[in-house]
């Protein structure tokens, strides 16, 4: 890890005092140009987002439902960061105060987004995935997981490599995954996800029970 992209950890910040989402006026985007982060006008539901969600999957729906490039989205992670190489969604690296303004996200599900390598739980380096999770528009941390082989809600075997190109995606919040959405990173074949905000419904409660469970095993054992 490159000392330029360290960030001091700001998970320590506190929650929004209102608690509320910043709920836009118009569906336009207008970008602040001193922050380069879309202060205004985005579309953004707090329902859209599942228990346990990864941030890049976070990202995914903020980037499709406001129509964002992966290099404005890559830009929320702080201009110190580079875009291209990007920054691995761990707590401690990831600045969740300035992400939380951003998106009108509350911190504790920033913070439930990012790896967290505490006790026995160890995370993969490549983008791991359900097909099943991704075509309703889902990526957990517990996909990420090194001990977790298969989706907890699905029962199928977690992928790494595309099955067209064989490449597999470094596990970073970076331009190549930003872009590729529900993509291979290098080949751009669907790897089977078509989440819209018109078709976002919301998790079924075994599923969330799921990887509830599955989360909280890891750190225990
Ligand atoms: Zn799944
Ligand atoms: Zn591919």
Not at 18 to 32: K, N
Not at 151 to 156: L, Q
Not at 182 to 197: D, E, K, L, M, N
């Amino acid at each position: 890890m490159s000392s330029h992209v360290m960030q001091p950890d700001a998970s320590s910040l506190p929650p929004r005092s209102d608690g509320l989402l910043r709920e836009p006026a118009f569906p336009i985007l207008t970008l602040d140009e001193s922050r380069l982060t879309p202060a205004l006008g985005y579309i953004f539901r707090r329902g859209w987002i599942y228990p346990h969600e990864s941030l890049i999957s976070i990202l995914w729906k903020f980037e499709t439902a406001n129509a964002l490039s992966g290099v404005v989205v890559a830009r929320l992670m702080g201009l110190e960061v580079d875009a291209y190489e990007g920054v691995a969604p761990r707590r401690g690296l990831v600045d969740v105060g300035r992400l939380q303004e951003s998106l009108g996200l509350p911190a504790d599900t920033l913070r439930t987004s990012l790896m967290d390598p505490l006790g026995s739980r160890r995370y993969s380096d490549v983008f791991r995935y359900c097909r099943r999770c991704l075509a309703l528009g889902y990526h957990s941390v517990v996909h990420q997981l090194e001990r977790q082989s298969v989706c907890p809600a699905h029962h199928r075997v977690l992928e790494s490599r595309c099955w067209r190109c064989g490449c597999e995606a470094p596990y970073r919040v970076n331009v190549q995954l930003l872009e590729a959405r529900y993509h291979c990173a290098y080949c751009y074949v669907s790897h089977g996800g078509t989440w819209t905000p018109e078709n976002a419904h919301p998790m079924k409660p075994e599923h969330r029970r799921a990887f509830t469970r599955r989360y909280l095993d890891c750190c225990l054992r």
